[in-house]
């Protein structure tokens, strides 16, 4: 005789859901998650000062970057300071998801940060800190995401998302050494 599989919905305790859903208090974050969230939202805190150093390196890289011939990499420039403003946001806002507060504090940023910021005068120079300055956020969402592994699916998929534009810039730098 074939055996008869049980709806999905059976195998859920939608009342014990629904009575710990109650706890509105925690907001986001339900009973059943399982990060450290104190050491998510430290790891998401240095991401985001990391991101938020990043918009200042591409900000004064497209404002100092002189040439006429230069019209197409200050736009890129730009381009990705604004990629990495959108990224600090997803950030901070999963930050407060998990109860936790962004730290937007200029004293620390630069301590903080993943990256460096990066001052040169040279096109070169500056495509070149840009490069280096993604490649070490890749390496750092990378190991973030190994540390998060299954507990925390929402900042994984946050984390995934943000490593593949960062890594699309690393290849956008690249082709502008080229």
């Known amino acids: 005789m074939p055996e008869t599989k049980k709806p999905i919905s059976a195998a859920i305790d939608t009342a014990a859901i629904r009575a710990a859903a109650k706890n509105m208090d925690d907001g986001a974050v339900t009973a059943g998650y399982r990060g450290d969230r104190e050491q998510v939202v430290a790891m998401l805190n240095d991401a985001l000062a990391t991101e938020l150093v990043c918009v200042l390196r591409y900000k004064r890289h497209y404002y100092t970057a002189a040439g006429l011939q230069n019209g ?3 736009d890129e420039f730009l381009e990705h300071a604004m990629e990495e403003q959108a990224h600090a946001d997803q950030i901070a806002e999963r930050i407060v998801q998990l109860n936790g507060k962004p730290d937007f504090n200029p004293d620390t940023l ?3 940060s993943h990256a460096e910021y990066d001052g040169a005068d040279d096109i070169k120079a500056m495509i070149k800190a840009n490069l ?10 990378r190991q973030m995401i190994e540390r998060i592994g299954d507990s925390d699916p929402t900042t994984r998929l946050l984390l995934v998302g943000i490593m593949a534009k960062e890594e699309e810039h690393a290849d956008d730098m690249r082709d502008l050494l080229a």
């Open 72 to 74: 197409s990499i200050k």
């Open 110 to 112: 630069v301590q903080r």
């Open 132 to 141: 280096i300055a993604e490649r070490v956020a890749i390496e750092a969402y």
